[in-house]
């Protein structure tokens, strides 16, 4: 039977090798995983530059690609000084795109990688086409909206943008819009933009209305949200013209 519309990419998370051939055995068409630096996910199994070349060389032998998340906010020091070096050798190997949320970062990657895609990370909070429309004079192939926005709204930039559009269908969501947040760097000097996040929105909290405490222990946990779960509006998704369904969990475990 003849498809009418082309699927989508399907994009697993990969926080460890493990994690990366349960992926690809289970039908996702690309990975994305992080290397020993640059990465939101700090406190993942991330991958050492021999594995994660190893990595690449699996994913590619089953015909599937590889993105690396390049995703922190970055120092100036840090991209003059070290990230030509930890990028050189994925480049080399077929690295097929990087993830990044730091503009400074991405004209760099630009510049010196010509070739290798380029994909606006969530966290860079592209909210309208004029956002988009920056974001490839970046040069970048891809971008990940913010994940406020509505179907219409994401349609009308894969229209007007000349982008792919990557959407989140699938796992756990930042209390804040898009991973706009500071609440960890604030409460104990973690910064979510430097991969440190320690999720102070998963915990228990008393809520107070004045001097009234007004939950109790079964609803305690007023920060987080449930996981979500896009499966039910996949055809509208698919519709409106995304290129790439992705699904967040880094930090979960192989049977996730």
């Given at each position: 039977?003849?498809?009418?519309?082309?699927?989508?990419?399907?994009?697993?998370?990969?926080?460890?090798?493990?994690?990366?051939?349960?992926?690809?055995?289970?039908?996702?068409?690309?990975?994305?995983?992080?290397?020993?630096?640059?990465?939101?996910?700090?406190?993942?199994?991330?991958?050492?530059?021999?594995?994660?070349?190893?990595?690449?060389?699996?994913?590619?032998?089953?015909?599937?690609?590889?993105?690396?998340?390049?995703?922190?906010?970055?120092?100036?020091?840090?991209?003059?000084?070290?990230?030509?070096?930890?990028?050189?050798?994925?480049?080399?190997?077929?690295?097929?795109?990087?993830?990044?949320?730091?503009?400074?970062?991405?004209?760099?990657?630009?510049?010196?990688?010509?070739?290798?895609?380029?994909?606006?990370?969530t966290q860079m909070t592209i909210t309208d086409v004029y956002g988009a429309r920056a974001a490839a004079r970046?040069?970048?192939?891809?971008?990940?909206?913010?994940?406020?926005?509505?179907?219409?709204?994401?349609?009308?930039?894969?229209?007007?943008?000349?982008?792919?559009?990557?959407?989140?269908?699938?796992?756990?969501?930042?209390?804040?819009?898009?991973?706009?947040?500071?609440?960890?760097?604030?409460?104990?000097?973690?910064?979510?933009?430097?991969?440190?996040?320690?999720?102070?929105?998963?915990?228990?909290?008393?809520?107070?209305?004045?001097?009234?405490?007004?939950?109790?222990?079964?609803?305690?946990?007023?920060?987080?949200?449930?996981?979500?779960?896009?499966?039910?509006?996949?055809?509208?998704?698919?519709?409106?013209?995304?290129?790439?369904?992705?699904?967040?969990?880094?930090?979960?475990?192989?049977?996730?």
């Amino acid at each position: 039977i003849q498809r009418k519309t082309k699927l989508p990419e399907l994009l697993a998370p990969a926080g460890s090798f493990e994690h990366l051939k349960a992926a690809i055995k289970a039908g996702a068409d690309a990975v994305y995983m992080g290397g020993q630096q640059f990465g939101a996910r700090a406190y993942a199994d991330n991958f050492t530059g021999e594995k994660l070349v190893e990595a690449l060389h699996y994913a590619h032998f089953y015909d599937r690609r590889l993105y690396l998340t390049v995703n922190t906010l970055m120092k100036e020091k840090e991209i003059t000084e070290r990230l030509y070096d930890f990028l050189q050798p994925f480049y080399e190997e077929g690295l097929d795109g990087v993830i990044v949320q730091d503009v400074g970062a991405a004209a760099f990657i630009r510049k010196n990688f010509p070739g290798m895609e380029i994909h606006g990370s969530t966290q860079m909070t592209i909210t309208d086409v004029y956002g988009a429309r920056a974001a490839a004079r970046l040069g970048m192939n891809r971008v990940v909206p913010a994940r406020e926005l509505s179907l219409s709204e994401i349609r009308r930039m894969k229209e007007e943008a000349g982008l792919d559009i990557e959407v989140f269908i699938h796992g756990a969501l930042c209390y804040c819009y898009s991973g706009q947040c500071l609440m960890s760097s604030m409460i104990g000097g973690r910064s979510g933009n430097r991969g440190r996040c320690a999720q102070p929105c998963r915990l228990s909290y008393k809520v107070y209305d004045n001097d009234s405490q007004i939950n109790d222990k079964d609803n305690s946990f007023a920060l987080s949200p449930k996981d979500m779960c896009a499966l039910p509006i996949l055809p509208d998704i698919i519709e409106a013209g995304v290129y790439s369904l992705k699904i967040e969990g880094r930090m979960k475990n192989v049977t996730y």
